[in-house]
């Protein structure tokens, strides 16, 4: 079955204590992006990936690094986290960029709720 | 910063009635793409529309799209309870690229009552 599988789905942490979420997708999606969703605020995209070894910045991209050294993964790593990190985040992965004329449609995981003390 | 902006942010309506969504957006783009979230879920796919096309139907899901007002619509016929659930557009940064990403609005929240 295709898909996007984020893990951990629930996270409680305390302040600092680094952290990695993993994403992995079976689809070799070549585009991959990370997202935090937040009352009142919508989906922000945090990072995204356009390939192997090609990451980038989204909107807010602050507390945050990522990795692609394989294609079909793509974790998200709090190396400090804060309470202002608290949120719903999601990964999802597509065929080719958003930006494409011909792209194709994101598909998300399931979401890790991640709670910072 | 949000590119689309969905209208109303809450709809509520009876099984069997039509419900309508809006989003307005920006800047250019090349397509515009719906988006459906269950409670706490991912989202998923639901339609997408490219710039050259005005109409799009899917089952009971037609949406339009109005370039020269940068606004586009989501229409559910005939809507049911397992359609509640929030609805967001997505838009892409057209010509100027946009980073790359889908720039997704604050959705509307749809709860369709028995």
């Known amino acids: 079955e295709a898909q996007v599988t984020q893990n951990p789905r629930y996270l409680i942490t305390v302040t600092g204590k680094k952290l990695t979420v993993t994403c992995s997708q079976n689809?070799?999606?070549?585009?991959m992006s990370w997202y935090r969703q937040d009352p009142g605020l919508g989906l922000r995209q945090i990072y995204y990936s356009m390939n192997v070894e090609v990451t980038d910045k989204g909107d807010v991209p602050e507390g945050y690094k990522v990795s692609r050294k394989e294609k079909r993964n793509f974790p998200l790593i709090l190396e400090s986290p804060s309470p202002n990190q608290t949120s719903l985040y999601f990964c999802a992965s597509s065929r080719t960029a958003p930006t494409s004329y011909y792209n194709s449609p994101l598909h998300f995981g399931n979401g890790t709720r991640l709670t910072v003390t | 910063s949000q590119q689309g902006e969905e209208d109303p942010q809450a709809l509520s309506i009876q099984e069997g009635e039509n419900a309508t969504m809006n989003c307005s957006y920006k800047?250019?783009?090349?397509?515009l793409q719906w988006y459906r979230q269950n409670s706490g879920r991912g989202l998923v796919h639901l339609i997408l529309i490219r710039s050259n096309e005005r109409e799009k139907h899917s089952g009971r899901l037609r949406v339009t799209l109005d370039t020269s007002k940068k606004s586009s619509s989501l229409l559910i016929t005939a809507s049911r309870a397992a359609d509640t659930a929030s609805y967001f557009c997505a838009t892409d940064g057209g010509l100027t690229g946009g980073g790359n990403k889908l720039t997704f609005g604050t959705g509307t929240q749809l709860k369709v009552e028995l």
């Open positions: 800047t250019s783009i090349n397509n």
């Open positions: 689809m070799n999606h070549e585009y």
